[in-house]
């Protein structure tokens, strides 16, 4: 027979964390007397930097860390101590009491199990009842978490599901017993702009719907606006500030959480651009079909339609703009980015520096590449990390300059470090060894030695904290004022591209919906599609 939740008293928090210090082995604490409380019904915010123990503060919630040694402190559970719990108690609050979303749930879901068995086995687990109830309580939460076509979904592994809806799944999961606290670690980090707001509206209307607590563990200040009634700011494992939202946003006390606040794009007056000067950049009708399979039933020798990832895109980029281009996933940013560098095979017409590059082999595409570079979202797996800095930022030299001797190119070396902030005794250094940050600035570094016209961002600053993203947008602005760069900037940040554009492009299913003046979209947006983008902003 499963434990009854536990039940506090009316005037006591759901979930007390107090004094508690934690520690990986002998090292320095990664958890320093933090206290927070969490009412019943309370939407708790938890913001802070990549590093400042968020995500092992709501870990040591549900005591899934063996490697933590807890020095102090008490973690209350109504009238049960999580810290000092045996093994077997905690196993029937975990999913049923308390429920957790994990960050990336295509790693949190078993790759081997179907959606529906997934579910069913925390009901199973704590609850129990027949097959038949229990598959029906299936289909009902991926009915809640608005999953279309349930009974389908179900049979679904997580593979054949898309990012939102896997991530609708791991709710339906978490949400499987009721439990009165959820947790909820960057639940929409890994998701478009329209997603995250679907997500949270939901998540909001659910804990509602439930009467749950939720502590939201997001480094998205927007999202804490929106969705949290407290919220306290961690740094270095400690809780700095903590308050109402209206409140701690209106009035921050903490430096700390003030540099936070600050890191918000804002926008900020862009370099003037000619708008007769002739394009660097340019694209006329680009299209990208791609095969594929699947679909119903059909004779072997019948091939499946093709799939148009671009349709009849066009743009132009004048010497020293930035064209933002926004769109949710699979709206063809990434592949109009891939069919402007030459990467793969486009019909259209594509002219860089003035030059129509239209029935260019791979090979002769090669010498216009010095002109055009991308720096690509993840810098850590763009990086080569059997390569030092030095090895990668020269790389493109030996293909486009092999002329240079060791002592010309090692100047070009420490110049576009320079550049771009690092110190030139990193050159010897491997990826591993810098934040998050730094190699970002390493890519854009690799990109800048051949002295390119237009650079593509492609979600340059998804991955990085609040004050690191801010850091790297300074960086990018100051990069463009020195040497006049144009950027085909792509995210699905409408905050940077506000602050970034001078002008912005929206995708949807490949097609060009719209495009203008930044402020005159964000201001007056004409298409339905641009209209829902601006309004999560």
Known sequence: MPLAHPAPSSDSPLLSIQHLTARFDAASPVLSEISLDIQPGQRVALVGESGSGKTITALSILRLLDAVQYDSGSIRFGDLDLLTAPESTLR????????????????????????????????VEHEGGSKTDIQERVIELLRQVQLPDPEWRARSFPHQLSGGQRQRAMIAMALAC???????????????????AQIMELLTALQAQFGMALLLITHDLNLVRRHADWVAVMQHGRIVEQGDVAGLFRAPEHPYTRTLLAAVPK???????????????????????????????????????DFRALDGVSLNLAPGETLGVIGESGSGKSTLALALLHLIPAEGRIDVVGQSVQGYSERRFRSLRRHIQIVFQDPFGALSPRMTVGEIIGE?????????????????????????????????????????GQRQRIAIARALILRPKIL?????????????????????????????????????????????AHRVMVLYRGQVVETGNTGDVFSAPQHPYTQTLVATV
Do not use: C
Request: proline share 9%.
């Open 267 to 305: 926008p900020e007056p862009l370099p003037p651009v000619d708008p007769s000067a002739p394009p660097v950049l340019a694209a006329e009708r680009l299209s990208v079909r791609f095969a594929q399979g699947g679909g119903a039933p059909r004779r072997w020798w019948q091939r499946a339609p």
């Open 178 to 196: 009721r439990p009165r606290l959820l947790i909820a670690d960057e639940p929409t980090t890994a998701l478009d702009v329209t997603l995250q």
């Open 92 to 123: 029937t609050v975990r999913g049923r009491s308390i429920g957790m979303i994990f960050q990336e749930p295509m790693t949190a879901l078993n790759p081997l199990k179907t959606i529906g068995a997934q579910i069913a086995e925390v009901i």
């Open 456 to 500: 593509i961002l492609d979600e340059p600053t998804s991955a990085l904290d609040a004050t690191v993203q801010k850091q790297t947008l300074d960086l990018l602005r100051q990069l463009q004022r020195d040497h006049g760069l144009s950027y085909l900037f792509i995210t699905h940040d409408l905050r940077v591209v506000r602050a970034m």
């Open 396 to 436: 493109g030299l030996s293909v486009h300059e092999p002329q240079l001797d060791a002592t010309a190119r090692r100047a070009r070396i420490r110049a576009a470090m320079a550049d771009v902030g690092l110190d030139e005794s990193g050159m010897h250094r491997y990826p591993h060894e810098f934040s998050g």
